[in-house]
Each structure stands twice: as structure tokens, then as C-alpha cells.
């Protein structure tokens, strides 16, 4: 069973831009959450969403947003980057269940912004 | 709202050794989970924990849960290098359906010394 997939894996940009992030979570799984993880913040929630629905949002500003298409493939879009942006980006899917609902993450995408 | 303490944050050891990470949290919940983090890696599931008493084993690390006492611990027996990773708990909050949401801690950063 292939697992969460991510591209691209690495990105440079530079301040300024916009970049776009994809994340295919594991097959049947249909909640998909974000995650930034910078040395100095640790790991940030961003978002989470289910039936391209935006359920749950983190504490971050507006130039971060994202997307979930109806089969479960997620994006997540950073405008007008600044220096702070630069982080690992991760992304995990769920199957939801009443019993337990364990992520599994992505390799990540490691953005730098220059 | 749910939050979720580690300790220590930081952890030297020395290989042999055994220690115990802890992982509180604020809120009732019978749902925790531990992922391990290798260096520039993503997070990788270690232990579903979901009942009070809980117990799991893997090798040389062992997780449990106190629901009663909002407490897991992550107990390391005779610590070898390749154990050296950051390790994270995480605390599902469910409220029926497909409502869910996880919370991180800080993660613990343990270096197994030789």
C-alpha cells in the first residue's frame, strides 16, 4: 500500500513569490492535515480537511492557504513568501474512524526562501 | 483547548542507560499516539496507544498510557545510538462522526552517546 506522497520534495523561492504544495494521502484515507516544522517554532499545525472541507485552522495568516479535491488530494499555497516561510512541510492523511484515527506523514516538502 | 507537555524537551544519554519521556496533557482523552523523527526526516508512527493501561512494546522502547492521570510515558531500556531521534506525542481529541483533531507536543530530542 503506497504511502503519503508529497512533491515537490525540495523548493527554493525566493521572497516575494507564491509557492504551491501537493500531498496524495494513502488510498481511502480522507482527512488530510498540514503541518509547518521549523527549528525555531518545532511543529506547527496549518490545516486540516475532509471531504474538501477546512475543518480545522491553525494560528497563521491569511497567505497560507489550501484545498482538498474530491479525491482527497490536497494543496496547500503560501503567497508572497517571506524569509520566516522557509520550513519542512508535512502533510498526513487519516481514515477516519471511530475507534482511532492515526496519522501517517508525508517524506515532506523542504521550502527555502532566499 | 487541548495541550500537550513533553519532558524533557532535551535528553542526553549515554548508551545502556534507560530513561523515560513524558508526555501530559490538559484534556480527557483515551487516544495517544508516539511518532519518532529521524534528522531531516518526516515523522513515523511508533505506538497507538487507546485504552487506560495501555501498554506497547517495540525493542528497546515500551509506551503506556494513565488516562485517569493524563500522563503517557516513553520508557528507553539500555539506550543504543541508533535510538537517537526527536520523539513526539500526540493526543486525539474525537467528538463523534468524522470529528477529529490531534495535538502535538514539543517533541523530545534524545542523543544516545556511546
Known amino acids: 500500500k503506497a504511502g503519503v506522497t508529497q512533491t515537490p520534495r525540495y523548493l527554493i523561492k525566493t521572497r516575494g513569490q507564491q509557492v504551491t504544495l501537493s500531498c496524495s494521502p494513502i488510498?481511502?484515507?480522507?482527512?488530510v492535515s498540514w503541518y509547518q516544522q521549523t527549528p525555531g517554532q518545532g511543529l506547527q499545525f496549518l490545516f486540516e480537511y475532509f471531504s474538501e472541507t477546512q475543518r480545522n485552522k491553525g494560528n497563521f495568516p491569511g497567505r497560507f492557504s489550501g484545498r482538498q479535491f474530491s479525491n482527497s488530494r490536497s494543496e496547500m499555497n503560501v503567497s508572497t513568501l517571506e524569509l520566516g516561510d522557509s520550513a519542512l512541510y508535512l502533510c498526513?492523511?487519516?481514515?477516519?474512524?471511530?475507534?482511532?484515527?492515526?496519522?501517517?506523514f508525508g517524506p515532506g516538502t523542504r521550502l527555502t526562501v532566499l | 483547548e487541548l495541550k500537550v507537555e513533553q519532558n524533557p524537551l532535551f535528553l542526553s544519554m549515554q548508551e545502556g542507560k534507560n530513561y523515560t519521556i513524558y508526555c501530559n496533557y490538559s484534556t480527557t482523552s483515551d487516544r495517544l499516539y508516539w511518532y519518532r523523527q529521524d534528522p531531516g526526516k518526516s515523522l513515523e508512527s511508533l505506538f497507538v496507544l487507546l485504552s487506560n493501561g495501555a501498554v506497547k512494546q517495540e525493542g528497546r522502547l515500551m509506551a503506556s498510557l494513565d488516562t485517569k492521570a493524563r500522563l503517557s510515558t516513553l520508557h528507553i531500556t539500555a539506550a543504543v545510538h541508533d535510538l537517537s531521534a526527536t520523539y513526539f506525542c500526540?493526543?486525539?481529541?474525537?467528538?463523534?462522526?468524522?470529528?477529529?483533531?490531534?495535538?502535538f507536543g514539543k517533541g523530545t530530542l534524545l542523543t544516545v552517546n556511546p
Open positions: 488510498s481511502g484515507h480522507r482527512s
Open positions: 500526540a493526543v486525539e481529541q474525537y467528538s463523534g462522526g468524522s470529528n477529529y483533531k490531534l495535538t
Open positions: 498526513a492523511s487519516s481514515k477516519i474512524r471511530a475507534s482511532y484515527n492515526e496519522q501517517f
